[in-house]
C-alpha cells in the first residue's frame, strides 16, 4: 500500500465519522426543537418537514459541499411530508384494540418515502442503498428509544424521540457517505 493510498483510506474512514456525528447533531437539534415547540402546531409541522433533510444537510457539511446540491435536500423534505400527515392524524378508539394511532402506518411510510426521492434527485445515491440505510437506521433508533424508556412511559418521549432521530440521522448520514457514487 503506497501512502497515497493509505491517506485517502484514513480520510474517508473519518468523513464517514465526520457525516454521520454532523448528521445525527442536525437531526437531534431538529428533533429538540420539535419537542420544545410541541404545542405550537406550524412550527411543529414545519420542523418535521425539515427533519428529513438533516442528515442530507450533515453529510453535506461534512464533505464541505453545503450548499452545492440542493436538489437532495428538496428530496429530504418532500420525503418526510409523509411523517407530519402521519403524526397530525388523530388516534381512534376502537373496541378490540383500545386506542390505535391511524397515523403510525403513514409515518412509517416515510421510511420508503424518503429514500426513494432523496435518490431518484440526487445523482450520487442508489435508491436501494439508501432504504437499506433508513431502515437499518429506523430499526436502531427504535431499540436505542426503548432503551430510553425504561420503565415509566410518561417520563421518556421526549427523550426518546431525539435519541430515535439522532441515531436514524447518523446512521443515513454515514451511509450517504460510505455508499455514495
Do not use: C, H
Not at 70 to 91: D, E, K, Q, Y
Not at 117 to 144: E, H, R, Y
Request: hydrophobic fraction near 60%; aromatic fraction near 10%.
Amino acid at each position: 500500500m503506497t501512502i497515497l493510498t493509505a491517506t485517502s483510506v484514513a480520510q474517508t474512514s473519518t468523513e464517514r465519522w465526520k457525516a454521520s456525528l454532523y448528521a445525527a447533531l442536525a437531526a437531534a437539534v431538529i428533533s429538540l426543537l420539535m419537542v420544545l415547540l410541541k404545542g405550537v402546531p406550524v412550527l411543529g409541522a414545519l420542523l418535521g418537514i425539515v427533519i428529513g433533510a438533516a442528515p442530507i444537510l450533515g453529510y453535506d457539511f461534512a464533505r464541505g459541499a453545503l450548499g452545492d446540491n440542493w436538489r437532495p435536500v428538496i428530496g429530504g423534505l418532500i420525503g418526510s411530508i409523509a411523517f407530519v400527515i402521519g403524526v397530525a392524524l388523530p388516534a381512534v378508539f376502537t373496541d378490540d384494540f383500545g386506542f390505535v394511532v391511524v397515523g403510525l402506518p403513514i409515518s412509517l411510510l416515510t421510511v420508503i418515502i424518503w429514500p426513494i426521492v432523496v435518490g431518484a434527485m440526487s445523482p450520487n445515491q442508489s435508491i436501494g442503498k439508501l432504504l437499506l440505510a433508513s431502515i437499518i437506521g429506523l430499526i436502531l433508533g427504535w431499540i436505542i428509544a426503548f432503551f430510553a424508556a425504561g420503565q415509566d412511559p410518561t417520563s421518556w418521549p421526549a427523550l426518546a424521540s431525539i435519541l430515535f432521530w439522532a441515531v436514524w440521522g447518523g446512521t443515513v448520514g454515514a451511509a450517504l457517505s460510505a455508499w455514495s457514487k
